[in-house]
Nanobody, 129 residues
Framework: QVQLVESGGGSVQSGGSLRLSCAAS????????MAWFRQAPGKEREGVAA???????TYADFVKGRFTISQDNAEDTLYLLMNSLKPEDTAMYYC???????????????????????WGQGTQVTVSS
């Protein structure tokens, strides 16, 4: 079992920044994928960024150049640094983990939320114009 706890959400003005954290505990294994997804009211859940255990990472087109995913393996913590935030980034952000590692390229994971067996409770991000 893996437990994930997100933090760092909040309310900011357009152009501002936030850093989300996801503390992982339990049996994550040495190889895995982790990702950030988001869901706005009335919209489908969408993948934001993903990272493999070897550091390979990928981003959805709508956050490229603005968001950075990273991990601190010593602290078992996943981060999402969000810069240049826009009102359309407003959503609940979820951290997710998938222990079924099949290779470094994790781009497809952005579109395969059902692959992720473990999810956090979410942290709200609200961006005002």
């Amino acid at each position: 079992q893996v437990q994930l706890v997100e933090s760092g959400g909040g309310s900011v003005q357009s152009g501002g920044s936030l850093r989300l954290s996801c503390a992982a505990s339990g049996n994550l294994y040495s190889t895995y994928y982790m990702a950030w997804f988001r869901q706005a009211p009335g919209k489908e859940r969408e993948g934001v960024a993903a990272i493999a255990s070897d550091g390979w990472n990928t981003y959805a087109d709508f956050v490229k150049g603005r968001f950075t995913i990273s991990q601190d393996n010593a602290e078992d913590t996943l981060y999402l640094l969000m810069n240049s935030l826009k009102p359309e980034d407003t959503a609940m952000y979820y951290c997710a983990a998938d222990r079924a590692f099949t290779g470094s390229d994790c781009y497809s994971k952005l579109f395969r939320a059902n692959d992720f067996a473990y999810w956090g409770q979410g942290t709200q991000v609200t961006v005002s114009s």
